[in-house]
């Protein structure tokens, strides 16, 4: 496909798109699809629209998460703007006809809370775009990001064009994007890789898994444009293997685009040569570093190495190598397209643009929402999506996975942003969002993610190898009412060894949760250390020695 | 499939990664799911073909928690325990494989990312939600029906 080409399929597709009568989008992605069955309302909605007469007036796709994944299955109807949730086969014959009436209180409107209050740019095309056709993403302006750089931009400007957007990592760390793009783009050398991180292995976290699923286009078009921007020829998507359907997309996705020339020897027909391979993880949680990964693509044990040099200099078989995380490439294409200028008018000063959170916890509408950056989290968990079922208390909210920390009730007004989360001992993360109700124990929740980081430890460093094991140790002591003051001085010891002496972000940041819940919940742990008990009532210490 | 087309489709696979020792991850995967697991005598091939030493081929397959050493049980079942999971009872989940259902080899999986459906258990590759201790019960037995 050359330009022309694409902007005459575009055209064609769209012009199809708006002859039909309607458009019915499933949501496909793992949550609807596998656990909720969306695959086989698919086939029933198919069904009912032979069996009312309408082919080719009404059309049945799968599409991206349309957000309300607490309510699998959903599905969205496109001309009247509304999603329907908790949909059953039973439901086709009503969604074919457009009969509303049939889902009373199960309707949210785009005009409602829930998608009003939203700002999507990552998730743009959730319910507009199927993720098995690339005619529909380039029917929704998809690859014209590609286009625009190839045909008006040189690698440098696009450098310059992301540094003056203000995007920053989304995988948790939040350097800046261009700084990076800047750094490889920068060195000498006849080979460089740009690497995808979609090893989201964030407990509570499936914000990436769902954009790969739902939009994968979207990711291989900001990887190209990066690839053209730092001059790489060779690109990976380092897929978890516990996320399959994931795989899957991307592959297909893949094939399409190379079929179609947006990918290959002559992208567009131009100069310019870029492939994606797929790299499948086989379940190891400190993949998620870069240099643990880059070590995976390797076919080696995912230990991370120390650095500097850091993978812009020495990455992927000793070549300069870009990693981004799966949403910030979801953001190249819109800010190429856009504009930078538009980007950095979303967010903050210090952090633009908008960020996914997947929710889930105690809350009403569990699921995926994107809002600009500074959002306070009230807005977040109470205005969009509705907040705490009635009967429950919100107590905390925990941020990005083991690595992050909890936010208390009194903070509940936070703007959502890199710097003002560290400062009240949280962090962003990579976008999970845990509400937990007054029946969850804190220092319970501290040793969970302890346990986790302990499970996960590559064991190559013996600060965060040791160090899990022993901060997890006193937890259970702690909690088994068996602990001392003497053992929080110790938490807050071994935390400050971990920090300051671990290899990589796993041991650095496993600490996190346990200073986090001691700072805004040290009530609990005293109650467990000098009543023997849970405030939360979830925990039964001292129960060996009501065995006795 | 009998062993001689599975040795041939892994030999296959070996050869489109031109042998090259930077593909052992792949080709770990494509044995586990031609063969189940991965035994040391299969382990013992890769290495040879890859040109790898044993060493670095059992290093990396015991490092990974999705690669199995052992025959699977014939029925399994995952329960998912993320931090949604967990707060909404996973662990409960767990005592009712133990309590009714022994002979189920049980594995915990960090997070399968449907949290908005926790808690959940994939039984037999099939994704159970929203459960509760007793519904997982019933839904086990459903599925151990003829």
Redesign the interface.
Known sequence: MNIEELIETEQQERERQAGLRNRILCCSV??CT???GSAAIRGSIEAAIQEQGLPGEVEVCGTGCLG?????PCVRSANLNETYHDVTAADAPYLVRGDRSRFEGRTVRDTDAFYAGQCRVVLENAGRVDPERVLDYIAAGGYKGLLKVISEMTPFEVVEEIKKSGLRGRGGAGYPTGLKWELVARQESPVKYVICNAD???????MD?SVLEGDPHRVLEGMAIAAFAVGATQGYIYVR???PLAVERVRTAIRQAEREGLLGNRVLDHNFQFRIDV???????VCGEETALIA???????TPRPRPPYPPEKGLWGAPTLINNVETFANIAPIIRKGSAWYASMGTAASRGTKVY?????IAK??LVEVPMGTPLRTILFDIAGGVPAGYAFKAA?TG?PAAGCIPAQHLDVPMEYESLQAIGSMIGSG?L?V?DNS?CMVD?AR??ME?CM??S?GKCIPCRAGTVQMHDTLDRIIKGRGSEADLDLLAELAGLMRATSLCGLGMAAPNPVMSTLRHFKDEYLAHIHEHRCLAGSCTPREEVALV | MTDTDRAQRLERVMARHGY???????V??SAQSLYGYLSPKLLALVATKLKLPPS?VV??AT?????ALAPKAPHQAMVC????C???GAPELARVFHDYFPDWQVKV??????????P?VICDGK?Q?RLTPEKLIRQVEDLLQP
């Open positions: 793992a949550g596998a656990a909720a309300l994944c607490g309510h699998a989201e292995g964030d407990p509570g976290a499936f898994r293997g516990e996320s790299r499948i993880g086989a379940g190891a949680y995976s693509i390797e076919g080696q044990r995912g997947a929710l889930a916890g105690r569990p699921g925990q996975g999970g845990i937990v969850v929740l969970f993610f986790f499970d996960e590559c | 090259s020792g930077d593909s052992l991850i792949e770990l995967h670095r290093g990396v490092f990974y928690h999705l690669f325990m993320g931090t949604a967990h707060t909404a999986g960090r997070c399968v990312g449907c949290c908005g459906l926790a959940m994704p939600i």
